[in-house]
């Protein structure tokens, strides 16, 4: 009988930068796995996170926010979210609770229009609203900009119709087998992962002080026999004054950075983690095709 076979697919989330996308899919998936900031673009590669229960698989293919481009960066990033629409079973497309329907969504939008791919509109955020009848004109303001095939208020954050959403992905996955093991939580490699996670805490730590021109690079991660990792990673930044900031006074900042990301890759790991941070100053790397290359941004991503 059709009902005992499993389902799975791949669901990619969308959205401008900043409405909840890697909040959402920590929760669903039960583990810290995207990178979480309040500032945007903070997810620069493409993590696929897997959903697994009894219903089949639901293989995540997280992108960068769809915006406009200022830099070889901004394309590349761009070009991934693009690119990433063609490959998936399902979209689901975040936005804020708002009437206001601005250029950046407008701008998904027309992409949207060009796919015969179910579209879920969610509404995320549904705990800073008031009253729960303006939820109702968010609806009416987003429902005839797509023809989507449902639409869904929730919030990622108190976890409200989250599990109302994972049933709806189901209705619209096509039945086949299941593409990783159910233990698969993530396909990217620890070292990227890290290198995420120590990126994440310098953004969170320094605030507004320095704009998005910091990657991580993760130099040597090594188990001693006692099950100690070793991990030696650099910050690289657009300028001597950026270095300085990231340091800090006597070397106050990078030892936040590190003691915060730290423990962060400890609780991934389930290991003690030795973690030495070191900074570099690169001028322009985000406008560099090799620089990029080199901090793990490929075009075989796109």
Known sequence: ????????????????????????????????????????????????????????????????????????LGEYMVSVAEHTLKEVDLILWLVEPTTFIGAGERHIAEQLQKTSLPVILVINKIDTVKKQEEILTYINAY???????????????????????????????????????????????M???????????????????IPHGIAVTIEKMSERKNGIMDIEATIICERESHKGIVIGKGGAMLKRIGSA???????????????????KVRREWRD???????????????
């Not at 070292?191 to 002080?209: F, G, M, S, T, V």
């Not at 990301?261 to 900074?279: P, S």
Request: charge should be neutral; proline fraction near 4%; hydrophobic fraction near 35%.
């Open 143 to 189: 429902k005839d900009i797509c023809d989507f095939a449902e639409i869904v208020p929730v919030s990622a954050l108190k976890k409200k119709n989250t599990d109302l959403l994972v049933d709806l992905m189901f209705r619209y996955l096509p039945y086949g087998p299941e593409f990783y093991d159910e233990d698969t939580i993530t396909d990217q490699p």
């Open 1 to 72: 009988m059709e009902n005992n076979q499993k389902k799975s697919g791949f669901v990619t989330l969308i959205g401008r930068p900043n409405v909840g996308k890697s909040t959402l899919m920590n929760h669903l998936i039960g583990q810290k796995i995207a990178i979480t900031s309040d500032k945007p673009q903070t997810t620069r590669n493409r993590i696929q996170t897997v959903y697994t229960d009894e219903r089949g698989q639901i293989v995540f293919v997280d992108t960068p926010g769809i915006h406009k481009a200022k830099n070889k």
């Open 261 to 279: 990301a730290r423990r962060e890759i400890e609780a991934m790991l389930e290991t003690q983690v030795n973690l030495q941070l070191w900074v």
């Open 288 to 302: 560099s095709d090799i620089l990029m290359k080199n901090y793990g941004y490929n075009d075989k991503d796109i």
């Open 191 to 209: 070292r990227q992962i890290a290198a995420e996670l120590i990126r994440e805490k310098a953004l969170r730590l320094l605030e507004d002080e």
